[in-house]
């Protein structure tokens, strides 16, 4: 099935670094998300975006929609042990249906 | 309160048998979604339920299905089940069918097909 394409695939940060990943798609997207999932669990809503352009923080969380509704970016500023996991994009493309498209995810490790 | 139940957490079985995975939405959300996440990729859609009517497939065979109840639980079923099968299978639930932002995942049933 189509997945989006999300780099870096993983990334070695140590603690109080920032982190920035982005996800990139060839079909446009009405919705943007972001994920994180940790071992054993399911994914977890971080940021939801809503309109082309969008800038949306959640904390040290900051997502953009980016402006072709192509693609979207996430930053984490000041990361901590407890960032460690795997974040998902996800891209809804019309309202009245979930099917959302998720990229294959960035596996983000702390170093402490 | 709840959030999304599933069950069972995991489970094993062999080719060509048939298996049954449970959820439970959080009170009050009348839609159920099912992700099929394969090991190392992003979780990708299999079915959308609202009010107990389909209202989206992904691309899998027709050895998937799934039903919604009066009481908006889902059943996904799979016959004839495959390796490739093997995998984590995600119920999602919401409120209403518009806002993705409104999707909440439970923990999934993790299936591995000896």
């Known amino acids: 099935g189509q997945q989006l394409n999300q780099s870096p695939q993983s990334m070695f940060i140590q603690e109080g670094e920032d982190v920035s990943m982005n996800c990139t798609s060839s079909?446009?997207?009405?919705?943007w998300l972001w994920y994180k999932q940790d071992p054993g669990e399911g994914p977890v809503l971080l940021i939801a975006l809503y309109k082309a352009g969008e800038l949306t923080s959640n904390g040290r969380l900051t997502a953009q929609f980016g402006t072709t509704r192509k693609d979207s970016f996430l930053n984490i500023s000041a990361s901590i042990p407890s960032d460690v996991g795997i974040y998902f994009c996800?891209?809804?493309?019309?309202?009245?249906?979930?099917?959302?498209?998720f990229g294959k995810g960035t596996k983000l490790s702390v170093i402490p | 309160d709840a959030g999304v139940t599933q069950s069972p957490t995991h489970l094993i079985k062999t080719r060509g048998q048939h298996v049954t995975l449970r959820c439970s939405p959080i009170s009050g959300h009348k839609s159920v979604s099912w992700y099929q996440q394969v090991l190392g990729q992003g979780p990708q859609f299999i079915f959308q339920y609202y009010e107990k009517e389909e209202r989206g497939r992904g691309n899998f065979p027709d050895r998937f299905s799934a039903r919604q109840f009066p009481n908006y639980s889902s059943e996904l079923n799979v016959n004839a089940l495959l390796l490739g099968d093997s995998a984590l299978y995600l119920c999602a639930s919401s409120l209403g069918h518009v806002l993705a932002g409104e999707l909440f995942f439970g923990e999934g049933s993790r299936l591995t097909v000896l």
């Open positions: 079909s446009i997207f009405n919705t």
């Open positions: 996800a891209g809804q493309s019309g309202a009245g249906s979930y099917q959302l498209t």
